[in-house]
């Protein structure tokens, strides 16, 4: 199997931890480089169904190494309780099978509450998870935030705790007029989950090279999506971190040289959590029927996620911003009972035709988007096992959803469940023996969309 990117495109919940669960049959290591427990990736295994929030989904598998990056923020409480939460229900979770950077960042319990008197005080809101994800980030980039490396040295962690809590506690004080934060119960609970991290902790990036070295298989694991990207998404309606797939090589300590493919996971419609523009949401009944159909409730905070026709426009976006080589069609079965289905081809703005996703978030409230419609397929199409045997009306939203991002499909999801699952690209799963090898890749013929 290439090293692949497994990345969402559109504003997140595309079904990226069914895709991951999937190829990590034939992974080495799994290893997810940004985002939090922010993050809610679901795998349904027969009748179990496992969300993962900071541990990659590979560690479903027995033998998988998987790697949390220096790119991703750690709730150290959460971490401990979803390990514990998998260890309940038989998974193995060890130092053996689970790596955390030593410079991934430490969210902790003042920048939860921050997010949320920050929010609380603003009049455009956006709708965050409220897992102190965004905070934790600023302080990573202000150079105040504290190291897991850090975090497991006991005095290190003193200084920094106590130099930060002063800085804290004024502005609870001060500004918001809240209790302060006390050092010594923060600093007794948080170095009880230091010592339980601390076997888990190392330079990744040399596991992860070496690994690449060996020749072994590597899937890297993106949490949010494209339209989520803090530089690339719908800001400031966005994450505070860099899902893209160029997020892989400073999340991980990871060369660009060493990725061989990148999966767009897509939803066959588009949903998004939370607040800022969404030129394609459904009516409200609409968005009703196809949330209950679709069961669209967040995986982290069960927030009803908004829903709304395609928009090929964000898809091809991502597709531009990632480089992806092909796509992995989700949630396709939500769609059986549509009489007809819409894509969104274009957006109209003041008077003209947009056919590029605009960065101007004032374009995207106003735009209006121009669809083509399709007719509905009206069957159940979940327990098919072979493309050929779709319905023709299935194929052709999928001939189009390719058309128009002119990117091959891959995969196509019709259930949550392993074995609801169609790949088309066989070449998603194929061995690649000595590395050097694999790098020389075939000239891709120019946008031949594959289906
Ligand atoms: P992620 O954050 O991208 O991993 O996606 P989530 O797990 O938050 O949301 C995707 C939801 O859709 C989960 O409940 C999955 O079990 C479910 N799901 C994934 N693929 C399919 C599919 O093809 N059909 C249906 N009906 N559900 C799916
Ligand atoms: P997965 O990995 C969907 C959204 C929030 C909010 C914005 C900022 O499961 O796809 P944050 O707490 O990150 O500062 O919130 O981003 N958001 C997600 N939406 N799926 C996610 O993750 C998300 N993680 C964050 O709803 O709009
Ligand atoms: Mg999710």
Same mark, same amino acid.
């Given at each position: 199997?290439?090293?692949?990117?497994?990345?969402?495109?559109?504003?997140?919940?595309?079904?990226?931890?069914?895709?991951?669960?999937?190829?990590?049959?034939?992974?080495?290591?799994?290893?997810?480089?940004?985002?939090?427990?922010?993050?809610? $990736?679901?795998?349904?295994?027969?009748?179990?169904?496992?969300?993962? $929030?900071?541990?990659?989904?590979?560690?479903?598998?027995?033998?998988?190494?998987?790697?949390?990056?220096?790119?991703?923020?750690?709730?150290?409480?959460?971490?401990?309780?979803?390990?514990?939460?998998?260890?309940?229900?038989?998974?193995?979770?060890?130092?053996?099978?689970?790596?955390?950077?030593?410079?991934? $960042?430490?969210?902790?319990?003042? $920048?939860?509450?921050?997010?949320?008197?920050?929010?609380?005080?603003?009049?455009?809101?956006?709708?965050?998870?409220?897992?102190?994800?965004?905070?934790?980030?600023?302080?990573?980039?202000?150079?105040?935030?504290?190291?897991?490396?850090?975090?497991?040295?006991?005095?290190?962690?003193?200084?920094?705790?106590?130099?930060? &809590?002063?800085?804290?506690?004024?502005?609870?004080?001060?500004?918001?007029?809240?209790?302060?934060?006390?050092?010594?119960?923060?600093?007794?609970?948080?170095?009880?989950?230091?010592?339980?991290?601390?076997?888990?902790?190392?330079?990744?990036?040399?596991?992860?090279?070496?690994?690449?070295?060996?020749?072994?298989?590597?899937?890297?694991?993106?949490?949010?999506?494209?339209?989520?990207?803090?530089?690339?998404?719908?800001?400031?309606?966005?994450?505070?971190?860099?899902?893209?797939?160029?997020?892989?090589?400073?999340?991980?300590?990871?060369?660009?040289?060493?990725?061989?493919?990148?999966?767009?996971?897509?939803?066959?419609?588009?949903?998004?959590?939370?607040?800022?523009?969404?030129?394609?949401?459904?009516?409200?009944?609409?968005?009703?029927?196809?949330?209950?159909?679709?069961?669209?409730?967040?995986?982290?905070?069960?927030?009803?996620?908004?829903?709304?026709?395609?928009?090929?426009?964000?898809?091809?976006?991502?597709?531009?911003?990632?480089? &992806?080589?092909?796509?992995?069609?989700?949630? &396709?079965?939500?769609?059986?009972?549509?009489?007809?289905?819409?894509?969104?081809?274009?957006?109209?703005?003041?008077?003209?035709?947009?056919?590029?996703?605009?960065?101007?978030?004032?374009?995207?409230?106003?735009?209006?988007?121009?669809?083509?419609?399709?007719?509905?397929?009206?069957?159940?199409?979940?327990?098919?096992?072979?493309?050929?045997?779709?319905?023709?009306?299935?194929?052709?939203?999928?001939?189009?959803?390719?058309?128009?991002?002119?990117?091959?499909?891959?995969?196509?999801?019709?259930?949550?469940?392993?074995?609801?699952?169609?790949?088309?690209?066989?070449?998603?799963?194929?061995?690649?023996?000595?590395?050097?090898?694999?790098?020389?890749?075939?000239?891709?013929?120019?946008?031949?969309?594959?289906?």
């Amino acid at each position: 199997m290439p090293n692949t990117v497994v990345v969402g495109t559109q504003w997140g919940d595309e079904g990226k931890g069914k895709v991951i669960d999937l190829l990590s049959e034939k992974a080495d290591v799994v290893a997810r480089y940004q985002g939090g427990n922010n993050a809610g $990736h679901t795998v349904v295994i027969d009748d179990n169904e496992f969300v993962l $929030h900071l541990i990659p989904s590979g560690i479903l598998r027995p033998g998988k190494k998987c790697i949390i990056g220096n790119g991703v923020v750690i709730n150290p409480k959460a971490l401990l309780e979803e390990i514990e939460n998998l260890r309940s229900r038989k998974i193995k979770v060890n130092p053996e099978n689970l790596l955390i950077s030593k410079n991934a $960042h430490l969210t902790l319990p003042y $920048h939860k509450v921050s997010e949320k008197l920050k929010e609380e005080g603003r009049r455009s809101r956006i709708g965050t998870t409220q897992r102190g994800i965004g905070p934790t980030y600023v302080d990573k980039v202000a150079r105040i935030g504290i190291k897991m490396g850090d975090f497991a040295d006991e005095e290190t962690f003193r200084e920094r705790l106590k130099e930060n &809590l002063e800085d804290v506690n004024l502005f609870m004080e001060k500004i918001y007029g809240e209790d302060r934060f006390s050092f010594e119960e923060m600093a007794r609970e948080y170095l009880d989950y230091a010592r339980k991290l601390a076997p888990f902790l190392t330079d990744t990036s040399i596991v992860i090279n070496e690994a690449i070295k060996a020749g072994k298989n590597i899937l890297f694991e993106g949490a949010q999506g494209t339209a989520l990207d803090i530089d690339f998404g719908t800001y400031p309606y966005v994450t505070s971190s860099n899902p893209i797939a160029g997020g892989v090589c400073t999340g991980l300590g990871v060369g660009p040289t060493k990725i061989d493919k990148v999966l767009g996971v897509v939803k066959a419609y588009t949903t998004r959590v939370g607040e800022g523009p969404f030129p394609t949401e459904f009516s409200p009944e609409l968005d009703e029927q196809m949330r209950i159909k679709g069961k669209e409730y967040g995986a982290s905070t069960g927030r009803p996620r908004r829903c709304g026709w395609f928009d090929a426009l964000v898809v091809k976006y991502a597709a531009r911003i990632n480089g &992806l080589d092909s796509l992995a069609i989700t949630k &396709l079965d939500v769609l059986d009972e549509l009489d007809e289905i819409k894509i969104c081809t274009a957006y109209k703005y003041k008077g003209k035709t947009i056919k590029e996703f605009p960065s101007e978030l004032r374009i995207l409230k106003e735009a209006e988007p121009v669809y083509e419609e399709l007719k509905g397929w009206k069957t159940s199409i979940g327990g098919t096992k072979d493309f050929s045997k779709l319905p023709e009306k299935t194929k052709e939203y999928l001939k189009k959803i390719s058309n128009l991002v002119e990117i091959p499909i891959s995969i196509i999801s019709l259930g949550p469940k392993r074995r609801e699952t169609l790949i088309l690209n066989k070449e998603v799963f194929k061995p690649v023996a000595p590395r050097r090898l694999s790098r020389v890749k075939a000239p891709r013929k120019a946008m031949t969309p594959r289906i």
